[in-house]
């Protein structure tokens, strides 16, 4: 049964940062591209980054290029999302996901307001 399990979220006021997990099982993360995805109220699933099996590879929506940066630890199936410099618009629930594949975790709400 594959399982993703996010972690991190909570309320920052703007300019903070988060940093968020999530943890995975059952399919072998180390060889898997994987996403996060965020929705936010009232709005659809908007793509935000990836990043290769390796870690080396990575890609960023525009709106959090500079901002985010996306690792993995293979070691420990999990994978991260560090934001920085966060902004209201940044509010939504975030999810992680494997690349290509529909199925996410519950997600991890993330809210920044002051």
């Known amino acids: 049964e594959v399982q993703l399990v996010e972690s991190g979220g909570g309320l920052v006021q703007p300019g903070g940062s988060l940093t968020l997990s999530c943890v995975v099982s059952g399919f072998t993360f180390s060889s898997a591209n994987m996403d996060w995805v965020r929705q936010a109220p009232g709005k659809g699933l908007e793509w935000v980054s990836s990043v290769n099996p390796g870690g080396d590879n990575t890609r960023y929506a525009a709106s959090v290029r500079g901002r985010f940066t996306i690792s993995r630890d293979n070691a420990k199936n999990t994978l991260y999302l560090q934001m920085n410099s966060l902004r209201p618009e940044d509010t939504a629930i975030y999810y992680c996901?494997?690349?290509?594949?529909?199925?996410r975790g519950q997600g991890t709400q993330v809210t920044v307001s002051s």
């Open positions: 996901k494997r690349s290509f594949y529909d199925g």
